[in-house]
Structure formats: C-alpha cells, structure tokens
T-cell receptor, first 115, second 116 residues
Framework: GAVVSQHPSRVICKSGTSVKIECRSL??????MFWYRQFPKQSLMLMAT?????????EQGVEKDKFLINHASLTLSTLTVTSAHPEDSSFYIC???????????FGSGTRLTVV | AQSVTQLDSQVPVFEEAPVELRCNYS??????LFWYVQYPNQGLQLLLK??????LVKGINGFEAEFNKSQTSFHLRKPSVHISDTAEYFC??????????????FGQGTELSVKP
C-alpha cells in the first residue's frame, strides 16, 4: 500500500533556530500534500495544503512566513519552522494524496520541542 | 463547509465488550467519510472509508461503520474489543469532488480505553 515517510520523528531545537521536516511518498506520486499540527489530547488542525509546483495555501491564522512549505517534486514536501519558539512545540503530521485518489496517507509525525 | 462532531471524548470499555464510537457530520456538499486510529506519538492509520455503495463498511481490525445519510452519521462499531484497541479514534470527511480542495476535516477525537 501507499507509504509516506516523515523525518525526523523527534527533534529538539533551540529557540530562534529553524527546523525542517520532510515527507516523502515512497511508492506513489503525491500531487497534494497536507500539513497538520496536533496539540496534546487534541484533534489535527490543518495548517496548509500544497500542490506540486504551486505555492501552498495556508489556513486562516497560520503564519505563512513562519511555516514555510515547499512541494517541489511529486514525492517530496517539506515544512520549515522558522525562528522557532517554545509555543511552536507540537506534533506535526503530513498527509499525501495522489491524483484522482480519494485516499489520504499519513506520515508517522514529528514531535518538535523548542527549548 | 464541512464539520465533524464526535459525540464522546472518552469511551471506557471492558475487554471483549462491544463498542460504538459516534460521529455526526455536517456538509453542504456530498462527502467521503473516514475513520482513523492514532496510537501515542504516531501518525494516523486508516481503519475504513465510505466512498459510495453499501452503507455498511468493513475495515481492518474487526471494525465496521454504517453510513446513515438521513441522520448524517457514520458510527464506528466493534463487537468485541481487545486491550490493543486502546487508542485515539478520529472521524473525518472530505468533499466528494476533487476540485473542491479535498481537505480532510477531522472530528475532535474519541479516546477508547479498553480495560481488562
């Protein structure tokens, strides 16, 4: 079945630095990638949607200059948290979908801790 | 716009008992429906999905769900749960038509706790 590899699984960074999270679709072409954020004991909040080769569409309230999303190829999307602060600490999950496909494949998530 | 309401935030149940996790949705367009399971510090795993056809959908791990269009519900059931079913369960919907953006909208989640 479809697999999405997300790395790193855990990252600790210092306040003010940037962190990059990668999601790769291993056996299909991900025409659309979705990035979610999840706080403890809460649901997934959609941050942005990206289509390959296009600029990402951000949800209301999500700072596009802080959460940079790149979807340069059909198998790779990245989320960069710039100038991270402790309030950015969270669980980030990507999800990928192929063209004409109505299924969503999720990555295993990245636990970001900003100290 | 779509929204999803999971009616129970926590469901405690004894091992081998039946369980039902309730999900209602609201949408101005036709939708696809999904149930996902999430174990601690992991991503989401698809349990089952309803796209069309039979309203009773069977998924993995012995779970099934029934789509009820008139009640806009998609409740998840399992006749006999195991300790290993302890996890967070999410109901989700996405618009029927691909060109409507395809966003997957999640409910708040239901924590299923199976006790021996």
């Amino acid at each position: 079945g479809a697999v999405v590899s997300q790395h790193p699984s855990r990252v600790i960074c210092k306040s003010g630095t940037s962190v990059k999270i990668e999601c790769r679709s291993l056996d299909f072409q991900a025409t659309t990638m979705f990035w979610y954020r999840q706080f403890p004991k809460q649901s997934l909040m959609l941050m942005a949607t990206s289509n390959e080769g296009s600029k990402a569409t951000y949800e209301q309230g999500v700072e596009k200059d802080k959460f940079l999303i790149n979807h340069a190829s059909l198998t790779l999307s990245t989320l960069t948290v710039t100038s991270a602060h402790p309030e950015d600490s969270s669980f980030y999950i990507c999800s990928a979908r192929g063209h004409g496909d109505y299924g969503y494949t999720f990555g295993s998530g990245t636990r970001l801790t900003v100290v | 716009a779509q929204s999803v309401t999971q009616l129970d935030s926590q469901v405690p149940v004894f091992e081998e008992a039946p369980v039902e996790l309730r999900c209602n949705y609201s949408s101005s367009v036709s939708v696809y429906l999904f149930w996902y399971v999430q174990y601690p510090n992991q991503g989401l795993q698809l349990l089952l999905k309803y796209l069309s056809g039979s309203t009773l959908v069977k998924g993995i791990n012995g779970f099934e769900a029934e789509f009820n269009k008139s009640q806009t519900s998609f409740h998840l059931r399992k006749p006999s749960v195991h300790i290993s079913d302890t996890a967070e369960y999410f109901c989700a919907v996405s618009p029927f038509f691909y060109n409507q953006g395809g966003k997957l909208i999640f409910g708040q989640g239901t924590e299923l706790s199976v006790k021996p």
